[in-house]
């Protein structure tokens, strides 16, 4: 890595295959990959074996990234993937802007718990995005140099075998006394 290149928090590693587990194994709250994308399980039944011996699962999922509803039947048998999701606290340093103090918010700045700076892209249609930008702001504003604001990232795996790509959201923001 280059000298004063940004840590962007986008960089995991490459994905080569996800853990699996089978159809009648999957829990509520529990995550699992529907259609390519990383879900957490928000109902499960199981319908008593058939003819053939199986148990039949209806699983219903949300996206941990669009909050998209998606439903997927299967047998018990049936190996589903199960993404990797991983969440982490980053402190807010700044808000970075276009052609200084009145251009657009073009990112945030964050420092993670090693020190370290990273750059979170700003995306002005996104509720949390603006309110951060809008608390980080007020505290400019009225310097208040005793509060942070700690955003909380979640990143999960996306996509099919063999082109896995991690997404990721704010899941959450708050402040804190520093």
Known sequence: ???GQEEDIMQQG????????????????GYIMLKGRPCQCTKVSFAKPGKHGHVKCNIVGADVITEKK??????????????I??????????????????????GITCMNDDGEEVHVNFDSSNNKHMDIAKKFA?????????EVIVISI????????GKYQWEEIIDKWTTRKD
């Open 14 to 29: 490459e994905v080569e295959g996800l853990e699996q587990i089978e159809g009648s194994h999957v829990k509520l709250k």
């Open 154 to 161: 979640l990143q999960a795996t996306c996509g099919e075998k």
């Open 1 to 3: 890595e280059s000298e």
């Open 70 to 83: 998606y439903q997927h039947m299967c047998p018990g048998h049936e190996m589903i993937e199960v993404p």
């Open 85 to 106: 999701i991983k969440k982490y606290d980053l402190e807010v340093s700044d808000i970075e802007k276009e052609d200084g103090k009145n251009g657009n918010i073009s």
């Open 138 to 146: 007020e505290f400019e504003e009225n310097g208040i140099d005793d």
